[in-house]
């Protein structure tokens, strides 16, 4: 099967985000996770209950069977062997297996922005924001069987911004590690991590009665190279009290 071969790339993309949108977003994600665990533990116990009544069925019809076998069965003629050889010869079983088979490549260029306002829930001028910044990245994600992902970005940074604007964006220490980078901050200069992932279906043998369960494997790496961190902690304590204010 030919693989499928996507490329996209993003050059100075800017998302503008408000608090309300990550809120919402955070209780999607929790809810979806309590719904996933709570059907996974009701197969879990649906699968206990019925494991010992499958196995002691299974084994109960492997003994009939033989046992009718040892009984009944008696040399044959060579030509009903034969005949019965050849009708299971000429009626193969047929299976089809679509196998999923994708490269997909991403590349941003010239910096990725994400703008969320602190202590606002609209976008204003002047507002103060923390902005979420990116110079470079190449994401590369291969699919088949078993999932990898290759990454890597330059110029990680976090920045708290008291006076955002559209202006704010193109300030020079946005742009590098310069010296006048203002306060409260951390940056990363360059990184990289690599992902893969794995997942088995559920195995049973017949004879011993042992069923494994399904498995999926998660492996992460990363690697970081130089860190900068600059914090003010009464901004930390301001924007925490701001924050938790609004529930």
Known sequence: MAPHNYVISLNRPI????????????????????????????????????????????????????????????????????TTSSSNTTAPTTTTVTDVNLNLS??????????????SADLSDNLAALVISLQKSDVTVHIKKELACNANFDGFRVTFIDNFDEHSLREPWMQDNSDTIPSNFFY?????????????????????????SAKWYLSVKSEMKGMIIDFDPVRFSYTAIQYFDKF
Do not use: M
């Open 188 to 212: 990363f200069p360059h990184g990289s991590y690599k992902l893969c992932s794995s997942a088995y279906s559920p195995k049973s043998d017949t004879e011993s009665g042992i069923y494994q």
């Open 106 to 119: 991403l590349s941003i260029q010239n910096g990725l922005y994400v703008c969320v306002p602190l202590y």
């Open 15 to 82: 998302l503008l985000l408000k608090s309300t949108a990550l809120d919402k977003a955070i209780l999607l994600w929790l809810n979806y996770r309590n719904v996933h665990n709570y059907w996974r533990e009701e197969r879990q116990k649906l699968l206990a209950q019925n494991r010992p009544k499958t196995t002691q069925k299974l084994s109960t019809t492997t003994s009939e069977l033989k046992l009718l076998n040892e009984q009944t069965l008696s040399p044959l003629p060579k030509k009903s062997q034969t």
